[in-house]
């Protein structure tokens, strides 16, 4: 598109410009309000940026709110503008707008006057360096493998003897006409008639799962594809709709969209991915062949050709096996039993009984060996208390009275050890080596040291 140059134009005519007042009369003043003024600006302003222009820029802080409008912040290294774009184009949008995205937006600059400020309302949304489709792909492969759509161990293999089949395609493209063509009747095919592309084929492939699950059509999988495209026709099965679909499936799934090349969200939940839908087709036919292979490999067995001969050589090989069996099994045996013999006696000497009695055996020397250290423990007590005893004795009050000595108190019981401790006609009591004598004090002499 060709850079376009824009020029406001002068809100005032030649013969009208402002004067400078400081050099010429000044003009017959004209005051506006605010209001009229924003006005003037918007209409100058947006008939100046009449025609949708492409910006390249950052998205920063995309956020779509409950009325469905989509706002971010559309800035470059040197300015950021408010930018909006509206509910209906929003619903547009294949992919979801992020943080730093680098985009290149469709869409007309504004004033709005309330706020006196610019903002750039965008009709359409292009990341910059890869499609929007492709964008969206990248998104949603990334957040269903987060979640284990994607998860090998939930796949389940197909079953080995389809008899009856559902498709989901729709019913006038080549791709129903190849896979009719490779099946050739030899399974029963129910055909969900839906839309592949454009506005509301995605529900109407999930919708065309959801139906041949909950039917009683007796189905033994399902194939859902249609034929090839760009990654815009192919767009309705890399719908997260058609995803989850796929995911709750209770019969197989095998996804055949497109041309070899191509893969899809379906491709990647599907239980099974067939390049094309023809491959589909031929996989069906694959298990039926397979199974059949097998059977046929079985039937040409010696024991259903000729079961006389193979039992016959049967017998030959159990009589071989049994002298084998035999000649095997003599020596390990006596060796077995040699051993038996030895682990017995080991047994026995490990016997519960033999335990006991090997165990009371100790026990008892050890009550001997205990009752001997505490006979000399004892001993050895009793002589030291002994000695303890005698020397305590020696030094008792008691043992100087045995040799005549007395001890005398007042009356509260305190030993008295000096006469004028008392007076004539105190009460005083004396402790003998036996017995106690009371008696009531005459006079007092006090001795004098030193005479």
């Known amino acids: 598109m060709p850079i376009r140059t824009y020029q406001l134009k002068n809100p005032f005519p030649e013969s009208e410009e402002p004067r400078d007042p400081f050099v010429a009369e000044a003009p017959v003043r004209r005051t506006l309000t605010v209001s009229e003024l924003a006005r003037q600006v918007k209409g100058l302003f947006e008939e100046s940026f009449s025609a949708p222009v492409y910006v390249e820029g950052e998205m920063s802080d995309p956020k779509v709110y409950p009325s469905g409008h989509l706002w971010f912040d559309f800035k470059d290294a040197n300015t950021c503008l408010k930018a909006v774009m509206w509910r209906d184009n929003v619903r547009r949008l294949k992919f979801e707008p992020e943080q730093g995205l680098q985009v290149i937006c469709l ?52 079953p080995l003897f389809p008899e009856r089949i559902g498709i989901v395609t729709s ?120 199974m059949v292979d ?69 026990l008892r020397r050890l009550q001997g060996t205990l009752s001997t250290g505490m006979m000399h423990q004892l001993r050895q007590t009793a002589d030291r208390i002994h000695g303890f005893a005698g020397r305590l004795h020696a030094l008792s009050p008691l043992a100087v009275l045995d040799r005549g000595y007395s001890i005398t108190f007042d009356e509260k019981g305190t030993i008295l050890k000096e006469a004028k401790k008392v007076q004539p006609g105190d009460k005083i009591q004396t402790r003998l080596a036996r017995g106690r004598v009371s008696s009531r004090v005459e006079s007092v002499e006090e001795e004098t040291h030193g005479g």
């Not at 964008?135 to 293999?157: C, I, N």
């Not at 390049?275 to 069906?284: I, Q």
């Not at 039937?299 to 017998?315: A, G, H, K, N, Y």
């Not at 002298?323 to 051993?339: D, F, I, K, M």
């Open 171 to 290: 019913p006038r493209g080549a791709a129903i006409d190849d896979m009719l063509k490779v099946l050739g009747g030899r399974v029963q095919v129910v055909l969900r008639p839906v839309r592949v592309q454009g506005d509301g084929a995605a529900e109407a492939i999930a919708q065309g799962i959801r139906e041949l699950n909950a039917g009683s059509y007796g189905l033994d999988l399902i194939i859902a594809g249609r034929g090839g495209g760009s990654l815009e026709d192919l767009w309705s099965f890399n719908e997260e709709r058609v995803a989850r679909a796929i995911f709750l499936s209770e019969l197989p799934v095998i996804s055949a969209v497109g041309h070899e090349k191509d893969v899809s969200i379906a491709d990647l939940v599907a239980d099974v991915r067939a390049a094309t839908p023809t491959k589909a087709a031929e996989m069906v036919l694959a298990q039926r062949r397979g």
């Open 294 to 362: 097998r059977l046929l490999a079985v039937l040409s067995e010696p024991v259903f050709t000729d079961p006389e001969t193979w039992l016959q050589e049967q017998d030959e090989k159990l009589d071989d096996l049994q002298t084998g069996l035999l000649e095997g099994v003599e020596q390990p045996l006596l060796s077995a039993v040699h051993g038996l013999k030895r682990l017995h006696g080991d047994l026995l000497n490990c016997s519960p009984q033999a335990v006991i009695l090997h165990q009371a055996e100790r």
């Open 107 to 158: 869409g007309r600059a504004t004033f709005y006057p309330p706020r006196g400020e610019v903002k750039f309302e965008v009709l359409s949304i292009e990341p910059k360096g890869m499609g929007a489709l492709q964008l969206a792909f990248e998104q949603l492969k990334e957040k269903l493998q987060q979640e284990g759509l994607f998860s090998e161990e939930r796949k389940r293999p197909l």
